[in-house]
């Protein structure tokens, strides 16, 4: 019920840019374009160190200034409508993974599970939105994509803020299994992990370990944003 109310006071209330704080309107246009990179679109992303066990990474934006401000609001200030333009960059780091092949099963995405707890206190649960949001962009070009939300975190974990790479592999080992009365992903299609940010990778690893022990195999793994230093430069810049 408290995520039903924000959408109603979001409707009937004015509202500033989640991003910049411009006045009127949810997300400006200069806003709606970091969220691409500036235009750039979706880049691969390259951990250093990276963990062991972490598949290929692409990531729809940088985490940096109006970008952190608009997950910031819809994580944490309940700012619903936002899970579309951010599941639109979400759905351009799927789209770069390239996993889609002529006659393959659908694409499965799966989310990084938050805590109960913390999804409780918020009144939602952001990452499944985004995921949401994402493969409904994706349909829309004619993709055929599920959300699967088959993940859970079977322990509780440590804030990860504030640790190093190895201190949040170590803080999020086994910390995450299949669902009970979820069945292993299926090998017809192409699981791909989904998180709205990745740091040291060290969750995403896990998520991979967990499907795979479930006996899938997560093809790759996409994100909103990533550290601007994180994306790996091409020929044309991008």
Request: one cysteine or more.
């Amino acid at each position: 019920m408290r995520g039903v109310w924000r959408e109603l006071a979001g409707l009937v209330l004015p509202v500033d840019c989640a991003g910049c704080g411009r006045p009127r309107t949810e997300l400006c246009a200069a806003c709606h374009r970091a969220l691409a990179r500036g235009g750039r679109g979706a880049g691969r992303v390259r951990l250093a160190p990276r963990p062991r066990g972490l598949p290929e990474v692409w990531a729809g934006a940088v985490y940096a200034d109006e970008v952190r401000a608009v997950l910031l609001a819809h994580k944490e200030r309940g700012a619903l409508r936002l899970a579309e333009p951010l599941g639109a960059a979400l759905a351009g780091a799927v789209r770069g993974l390239g996993v889609r092949r002529a006659g393959a099963g659908p694409l499965l995405l799966v989310p990084v599970p938050s805590a109960r707890k913390a999804v409780a206190g918020r009144g939602h649960d952001p990452v499944r939105r985004i995921a949401l949001a994402a493969t409904a962009e994706l349909r829309r070009t004619g993709v055929a994509a599920w959300v699967c939300a088959g993940l859970r975190q079977r322990r509780a974990v440590a804030d990860q803020a504030g640790l190093s790479a190895r201190q949040r592999s170590a803080n999020v080992a086994g910390a995450i299994e299949v669902r009970g009365g979820v069945r292993g992903p299926s090998a017809a299609a192409s699981v791909v992990l989904v998180d709205d940010l990745v740091t040291t990778g060290a969750t995403l690893t896990e998520a991979a370990r967990a499907v795979a022990a479930a006996g899938g195999e997560a093809v790759g793994a996409a994100v909103v944003a990533a550290p601007r230093g994180t994306f790996v430069a091409v020929r044309n810049g991008t």
